[in-house]
């Protein structure tokens, strides 16, 4: 888990976390590339499709125990609920199974775009709130519906990039940026993301994280794109704390004129 050397800590729901990248464990050739992924990826966070465990689906037999939970923390979710009745049930099943109470919230009834309800993510959310849950809800880019998870309680806001396994990379690019200025819990961003420079280029926004799955665990070299992750989060937060520079109409020399031999 987190070091306590690391001073730029992500902090969520009173846990602390060093790494700011978080993966996901779907897609996967087999379970062994996706633990090297998983290690590769220096995450402390994992999320897993609490559903497909649940209905023992073809690439998820056994995968609990192919997940170091003392070196990960899991993040379980309820990706496949169509409904509001259906992630209740599926956060229930895993708190029941001792895993732990957060639950990353995925309301998603489209079949094609896979984009979350956001009205059924709303309520979804303020009822598992009520059941003691740590909730880090699965959003459209929306600054509004940010605001009122924000405001019911959530842990997070987690706004889409791009839609689920695209690669289209960062399409929402304004509103992650308002909701990024108005949210006073970690933003992210979650989904979409094809390659590492998008992710660095969120964190240079000031998402707090990024969570990542198809783009690691369909690429040709699942750990080494992990790696590639990894560097580009980390470069793009610190690109954020230094500050970049003012953008300008004009060139501004590098070296000062200042004493220049014929000037």
Known sequence: MASTKNRDELHIAGKTFQSRLMVGTGKYENFEIMKAALNASGADIVTVAMRRVEARAEGHIGIMDHIDLSRFWL??????????????????ISKA???NNWIKLEVI???KYLLPDPIATLEAAKMLIEEDFVVL?????DPLLAKHLEEA???TVMPLGSPIGTGQ???SKANIGIIIEQSQVPVVVDAGLGVPSEASLVMEMGADAVLVNTAIALSNNPPEMA????LGVEAGR?????????VKAYASASSPLAGVVGS
């Open 75 to 92: 993040l379980p979710n309820t990706a496949g609920c169509k409904n509001v009745e259906e992630v209740i049930r599926v956060a229930k």
């Open 97 to 99: 199974m001792g895993i």
């Open 109 to 111: 009834p489209d079949p």
């Open 137 to 141: 809800p699965y959003i459209n880019a």
């Open 153 to 155: 309680g959530c842990a």
């Open 169 to 171: 990379g960062v399409k």
């Open 227 to 230: 790696e590639a992750f990894k």
């Open 238 to 246: 610190k690109a954020h704390i230094a500050g970049r520079i003012p």
